[in-house]
């Protein structure tokens, strides 16, 4: 049973939601999606057994791609979809000639820490406070690979 990858759609978006309320403390909005698909940004889904496994959002600026988002549902961690799902997207990036990926992490997110080192990121700075928290703010990880 292969993965199918396919462009987000608006009636995606209610499972979208469903996945993103249930990985995220301070999750994206379905405006925040129907933004990003209104902007042109890449929205990709990820099928395995025609269930919504995962999603990604990647954004261009001049000859960047940047990773907006990249989830897989719970029931589906752990099986090697999220590497599948950012190759995709930094395929996409690739075939349009682009040059550089760049993308930022929590600094606790270790699981995604660790996907985006051995998918060739290097850190290459760190923004103090970035993202809200439970209690204060966290620190994002800012990091980048060449395409
Ligand atoms: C982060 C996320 C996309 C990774 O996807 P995944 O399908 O679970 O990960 P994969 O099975 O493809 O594993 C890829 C790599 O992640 C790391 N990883 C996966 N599970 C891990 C775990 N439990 N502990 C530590 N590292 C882990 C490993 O480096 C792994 O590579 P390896 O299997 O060669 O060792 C997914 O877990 C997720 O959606 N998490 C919640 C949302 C999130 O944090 N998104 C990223 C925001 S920047």
């Known amino acids: 049973m292969s993965e199918i990858f396919r462009v987000m759609d608006f009636e995606d978006l209610a ?11 301070f999750p994206w909005t379905k405006g925040n ?18 269930f919504m496994a995962g999603y990604g959002v990647m954004m ?9 988002n990249l989830s897989i549902s719970r029931n589906w961690q752990g ?15 690739r ?6 990926f760049h993308l930022e992490v929590r600094s606790s ?22 993202y809200p928290a439970h209690k204060g703010r966290e620190d994002a990880v800012l990091m980048r690979a060449a395409l």
């Open 15 to 25: 499972r979208v939601i469903e996945i993103e309320k249930e990985l995220y403390d």
């Open 33 to 50: 999606f129907a933004d990003s698909i209104q902007s042109g940004y890449a929205c990709i889904v990820m099928e395995k057994g025609g």
């Open 60 to 68: 261009k600026i001049a000859d960047e791609a940047h990773l907006l």
């Open 79 to 93: 099986m090697g979809l999220g590497r599948k799902l950012l190759d995709h997207l930094m395929g996409l990036a």
């Open 95 to 100: 075939k349009e000639g682009l040059h550089s």
């Open 109 to 130: 997110n270790d699981v995604a820490f660790n996907l985006y080192s051995s998918s060739g990121f290097e850190e290459i700075a760190v923004r103090p406070d970035y």
